[in-house]
């Protein structure tokens, strides 16, 4: 699921006061978009303690040395996901194929094809997207051009950018 108890929590290691926020968790993991465009795949088996905040048991050296991903890997998947018997090799756009109406966890790039995040929620008029640098967007679904494994957004940086939020900003519903 994406949205649970720890979804756009602060993230802290025992040796850093924030290392990013959780943009999706699955049955056993955290996604965690950090601040300098990184991305750590943390299982829930190491969460110390949840407050405002969910505390890492683990120093920054340690995350990194275990858990650092490159950011445009596909997304984990939640183990219904795995029920479904799909084949191992399958990809993102196999499973968007054959659940096409969600736009959760496709990937967003604006008309010159920069990638700029990945669609986390999504309601009848908006969808939240998780960027870059621990970055937050509510972007109108008027401004998608089209949909197909990722979602084109009708709309170059400069206009993108104006739909920045700050990511401790009520999700919308």
């Known amino acids: 699921m994406s949205i649970g108890k720890y979804f756009n929590r602060g993230v802290m290691a025992l040796d850093a006061p924030h290392i990013g926020h959780v943009v999706k968790e699955t049955d056993h993991n955290l996604v965690i978009f950090g601040e300098n465009n990184e991305r ?3 299982p829930i088996s190491e969460i110390k303690t949840t ?3 969910v505390l890492i048991g683990l120093t920054m050296e ?3 040395e275990k858990y650092f991903v490159n950011k445009n890997s596909p997304l984990p ?3 219904i996901v ?3 018997q799909l084949p191992e090799n399958v990809d993102m756009a196999t499973y968007q194929a054959r659940y096409p109406n969600s736009l959760f966890s496709r990937g967003v790039r604006i008309l010159n094809e920069d990638f700029v995040g990945f669609v986390m929620k999504e309601t009848r008029d908006k969808m939240v997207i998780f960027g870059d640098n621990d970055q937050r967007y509510d972007v109108p679904k008027s401004k998608i051009k089209e949909v197909g494994s990722n979602v084109i957004l009708n709309m170059d940086n400069d206009e993108f950018t104006t739909y920045k939020v700050n990511n401790l900003t009520i999700l919308p519903k």
Do not use: T
Request: hydrophobic residues 35%.
């Open 40 to 42: 750590f795949d943390i």
């Open 62 to 64: 340690e995350i990194y």
């Open 77 to 79: 998947v939640d183990d």
């Open 51 to 53: 407050g405002r905040n």
């Open 82 to 84: 795995k029920e479904w």
